[in-house]
């Protein structure tokens, strides 16, 4: 896999922290440079560690789901990305509370939320028997990037929930686009 597809793997998967992160800038109003870091580090963090505990979890299966690898990442990215479009275009709520979002368990919970969907692509890559450390390392980075700019434009836009659905959209096609191009590198159209 070429690094532009792990780079747009990376900015789709980031976009769950980029939504929540916009919601807590709006909540917040004023975001010290301490909630920056905390968030950014731990949607960051959370989102490479999913990454490398869904490719390890896959290491042990792929024997047996070689003929199969392609379908298999495809349906993986299809249903992160179909869930993305529809909790989007559903209207949800960022799950960001009126406490600050960015201490405790509210900070612990919402990084395991936001980086569900890097434990299917960790596995996706498992399975297509890719290493995983850079691909890890530049899921985590976009996340840390990503959550900090949605939380400065969260403080300075004020109106998260179309930006924040938006962005979820995009990230979703964009992992649908790479869905159907691992298919037709494995000649499933052809």
Same mark, same amino acid.
């Given at each position: 896999?070429?690094?532009?597809?792990?780079?747009?793997?990376?900015?789709?998967?980031?976009?769950?922290?980029?939504?929540?992160?916009?919601?807590?800038?709006?909540?917040?109003?004023?975001?010290?440079?301490?909630?920056?870091?905390?968030?950014?580090?731990?949607?960051?963090?959370?989102?490479?560690?999913?990454?490398?505990?869904?490719?390890?979890? +896959? $290491? &042990?299966?792929?024997? /047996?789901?070689? *003929?199969?690898?392609?379908?298999? !990442?495809?349906? %993986?990215? #299809?249903?992160?990305?179909?869930?993305?479009?529809?909790?989007?275009?559903?209207?949800?709520?960022?799950?960001?509370?009126?406490?600050?979002?960015?201490?405790?368990?509210?900070?612990?919970?919402?990084?395991?939320?936001?980086?569900?969907?890097?434990?299917?692509?960790?596995?996706?890559?498992?399975?297509?028997?890719?290493?995983?450390?850079?691909?890890?390392?530049?899921?985590?980075?976009?996340?840390? +990037? $990503? &959550?900090?700019?949605? /939380?400065?434009? *969260?403080?300075?836009?004020?109106? !998260?929930?179309? %930006?924040? #659905?938006?962005?979820?959209?995009?990230?979703?096609?964009?992992?649908?686009?790479?869905?159907?191009?691992?298919?037709?590198?494995?000649?499933?159209?052809?």
């Amino acid at each position: 896999m070429d690094q532009l597809t792990i780079i747009l793997i990376a900015l789709a998967l980031a976009v769950d922290a980029f939504a929540v992160a916009l919601a807590a800038g709006v909540s917040l109003c004023r975001v010290s440079a301490r909630q920056t870091f905390r968030l950014s580090f731990h949607f960051g963090f959370f989102q490479a560690m999913m990454n490398i505990i869904g490719w390890g979890g +896959g $290491l &042990t299966v792929r024997s /047996l789901l070689a *003929g199969i690898d392609h379908w298999l !990442a495809f349906g %993986l990215l #299809a249903l992160v990305a179909v869930k993305m479009i529809k909790e989007a275009v559903g209207g949800r709520e960022a799950e960001v509370e009126k406490v600050d979002p960015t201490r405790g368990f509210t900070l612990v919970m919402l990084s395991v939320a936001t980086s569900i969907d890097s434990l299917a692509v960790g596995l996706s890559f498992s399975v297509l028997n890719i290493s995983i450390w850079l691909p890890a390392a530049i899921i985590g980075i976009a996340a840390s +990037g $990503l &959550t900090l700019v949605g /939380l400065k434009l *969260g403080c300075l836009l004020g109106a !998260a929930s179309k %930006l924040g #659905a938006r962005a979820e959209i995009a990230g979703g096609l964009v992992l649908l686009g790479i869905g159907f191009n691992v298919l037709y590198q494995h000649g499933v159209f052809s």
